[in-house]
C-alpha cells in the first residue's frame, strides 16, 4: 500500500455503484491507519447554492462539507472541490489584486461564461486540487501530502484527464496554458498520480473497467491500482466443492446453484482482471455492513494486507 500512499493525488473512479465512495473512504481511513495525513476529496456538481447532501462526508462523519477544507479527525480532512472557488483562485493568482478576481467574479457575463464551458469548470476543480497540493506548512512540508479524490462517474474521469489537450488547443499559451501544463505535469506523473479504478467481479463491469483504463492510459494518466470489490465468499475447499457439485448432480436444479454461478462468474471476472489489467489489483470482499462501519471494515482489510498487498491477488506479469 505505501506505493499508493506515496504519491500526492489518488483519483478514484469507476462505474456508479461499483462502490467508489466507499473505497475512496476507506482508502483514506487506511491510509490514515498507516500514519499518513490525509485530504478526502469529492468534486462538487451543479452550483455552489444547490449543493446536496454528500454520502463521502457521512461515511467519514465530516460535517458541513464545502469547498473550504475542514478537519475531520487526527490527519484527515475533507473538501469539496468546487469549480468557481479553483476559478477564484486561478484569476487571485493571475490578477495582480485579489480584489479583482473577486469583483471578476462578480461579472454576470463572466460568471455565466465559466459555467458554460465544461472544459473551464473541470479546469477550476483541477486548479483547485492544484492549488490544494502546492500548500506547504511552515516546516515547509506538503499540507496536504496526499489527497484521494473521489470523482463523480467515468465520464468525469475521461474529462479530466483530457482537459488538458483541450485547454492547450484553444489557449496554448499565457497564463491559463501555464497553469494546463502545471496540472497536466502533475496528472502525468506516475510518481505522484494515481488513477484507482474500482469494478465489481460481474463480466460486464470488468469489461467496462478495462475499457476506461485504455481509455485513461491513452491521456497518460498513469493507473496506480484496481480495486476488484464485492468479492463474494468461497465458503468450499476444493474437496467440498466437489462433494456439493456431486450432490447438485444428482438432485437436479437447486437455489444453492445461483450462488455458485455467482462465485463462479467473480472467480472468472477476477482472473480477467488479473491477466488484463494494467496495474496491480486489491480485492476487497463483499461486507454484510453499510455506512461508516463497511468503511472501517474495509479500512482494517486494506491495512491488514501490507505492503506485499498485491502480490496476493496478483499483479499483471
Ligand atoms: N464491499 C462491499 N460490501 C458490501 N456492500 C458494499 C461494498 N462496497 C460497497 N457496498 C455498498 O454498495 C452501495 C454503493 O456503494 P457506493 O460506495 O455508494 O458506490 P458508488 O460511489 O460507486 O456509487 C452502497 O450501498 C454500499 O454500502
Ligand atoms: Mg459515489
Not at 181 to 189: F, K, S
Not at 207 to 226: D, F, K, N, Q, V
Not at 250 to 270: I, K, Y
Request: glycine share 10%.
Amino acid at each position: 500500500m505505501d506505493g499508493l500512499w506515496d504519491r500526492r493525488a489518488l483519483l478514484i473512479s469507476g462505474k456508479g455503484g461499483v462502490g467508489k465512495t466507499s473505497v475512496a473512504a476507506a482508502l483514506a481511513r487506511a491510509a490514515v491507519n498507516a500514519g499518513r495525513r490525509v485530504l478526502l476529496a469529492e468534486v462538487e456538481l451543479g452550483t455552489e447554492a444547490e449543493q446536496g447532501p454528500s454520502p463521502l462526508a457521512e461515511l467519514v462523519g465530516a460535517r458541513a462539507p464545502s469547498a473550504q477544507v475542514t478537519p475531520v479527525s487526527a490527519n484527515l480532512s475533507f473538501v469539496r472541490l468546487s469549480a468557481i472557488e479553483g476559478q477564484r483562485l486561478f484569476l487571485q493568482e493571475v490578477l495582480p489584486l485579489r480584489v479583482m478576481a473577486d469583483a471578476a467574479l462578480r461579472t454576470r457575463a463572466l460568471r455565466r461564461f465559466l459555467e458554460a464551458a465544461p472544459a473551464l469548470r473541470e479546469m477550476g476543480v483541477l486548479y483547485q486540487m492544484l492549488h490544494l497540493l502546492r500548500l506547504t506548512r511552515s516546516d515547509g512540508g506538503a499540507q496536504h501530502p496526499l489527497c484521494i479524490l473521489d470523482l463523480p462517474a467515468t465520464g468525469h474521469a475521461l474529462a479530466l484527464a483530457a482537459l488538458p489537450d483541450t485547454l492547450l488547443t484553444v489557449m496554448p499559451a499565457g497564463p491559463i496554458g501555464r497553469a494546463v501544463r502545471e496540472g497536466m505535469a502533475l496528472l502525468r506523473d506516475p510518481a505522484r498520480t494515481g488513477a484507482v479504478l474500482v469494478t465489481l467481479p460481474e463480466p460486464l463491469p470488468v469489461s467496462e473497467t478495462l475499457e476506461l483504463s485504455t481509455a485513461i492510459g491513452r491521456h497518460g494518466i498513469p493507473i496506480a491500482a484496481g480495486v476488484l470489490n464485492r468479492m463474494p465468499e468461497d465458503p468450499f475447499s476444493p474437496d467440498g466443492r466437489a462433494a456439493v457439485e456431486q450432490l447438485l448432480g444428482a438432485h437436479g436444479p437447486h437455489r444453492g446453484q445461483r450462488a455458485l454461478g455467482r462465485l463462479d462468474r467473480a472467480r472468472g471476472a477476477q482472473a480477467r482482471l488479473v491477466a488484463n489489467f494494467p496495474a496491480p489489483l486489491l480485492t476487497l470482499p463483499e461486507l454484510p455492513a453499510s455506512g461508516p462501519r463497511l468503511v472501517e471494515l474495509l479500512a482494517t482489510h486494506l491495512g491488514s494486507r501490507g505492503s506485499a498487498a498485491s502480490s496476493s491477488t496478483g499483479v499483471q506479469p
